[in-house]
């Protein structure tokens, strides 16, 4: 049951890394930015700075 659970998370988070990694290139094709939550801050990153 552990084994079943560690796979099912493993797939899960590689599905999210790869929605990121699609929308930062489809934000960086229209020259777009991320907005991120930060130390109660707010902070917006051109998508083109994370694809370096």
């Known amino acids: 049951m552990g084994n079943n659970i ?22 960086s094709k229209e020259n777009g930015e991320l907005i991120f939550w930060k130390d109660g801050h707010i902070i917006r990153i051109k998508a083109k700075d994370l694809l370096k």
């Not at 796979?7 to 790869?18: A, D, S």
Request: charge should be positive; proline fraction near 0%.
């Open 6 to 27: 560690t796979v099912i998370r493993t797939n899960i988070l590689k599905g999210i890394e790869l929605a990121f990694q699609r929308l930062i290139k489809k934000k």
